[in-house]
């Protein structure tokens, strides 16, 4: 009797959504590689992380519709490529799964969820390993965080 309940809670795993399963401790000692260009400033300007300000402020980032985000040091709209916008006008919200795959290669993320082999991502930096701990951070000093 035991092994069919076994199997069925085996197929009930792997029929699963299949999520990012970063790490966010982890994720905090990475995102000091972002920090040279994004912050992470609460809403009523609180700073969790001070970064620079060349990239957008990462408060909120999931869960946040794509190309939606502001500068940290001034509150104001950030100033995205057109490849990110795009993908803003399409309705492309941020899950950990996305930021994951994004900072691993952002000119090819934007290429295939464009389908434009000719649209580029402003962000230049990669993040081959770690991704999934950085958005598991992310999400864990969102406002969204419990």
């Known amino acids: 009797m035991k092994t069919p309940i076994l199997a069925a809670f085996a ?10 399963a970063g790490d966010a401790a982890k994720g905090a000692q990475d995102f000091m590689k972002c920090k040279a260009c ?3 400033i609460k809403d009523d300007g609180t700073a969790i992380v ?4 060349l990239g957008p402020n990462l408060y ?11 500068r940290a040091n001034n509150g104001q709209p950030f100033t995205y490529g057109p490849g990110l916008k795009e ?3 399409k309705g492309v919200v941020w899950t950990e799964d996305l930021v994951a795959e994004y900072v691993k290669n952002p000119t090819a993320f934007v290429k295939s969820h464009t389908g434009d082999a ?11 390993q770690g991704g999934e701990d950085v958005a598991a951070y992310l999400a864990s000093v969102g406002p969204a965080a419990k």
């Open 87 to 89: 993908l803003g006008q």
């Open 60 to 70: 909120g980032v999931i869960g946040r519709p794509a190309a939606s985000g502001k």
């Open 38 to 40: 994004h912050s992470i």
């Open 11 to 20: 197929l009930t795993i792997a029929a699963g959504p299949a999520l990012a």
């Open 50 to 53: 001070k970064g620079g300000i």
């Open 118 to 128: 000719a649209a580029r991502s402003n962000m230049a930096f990669m993040l081959s």
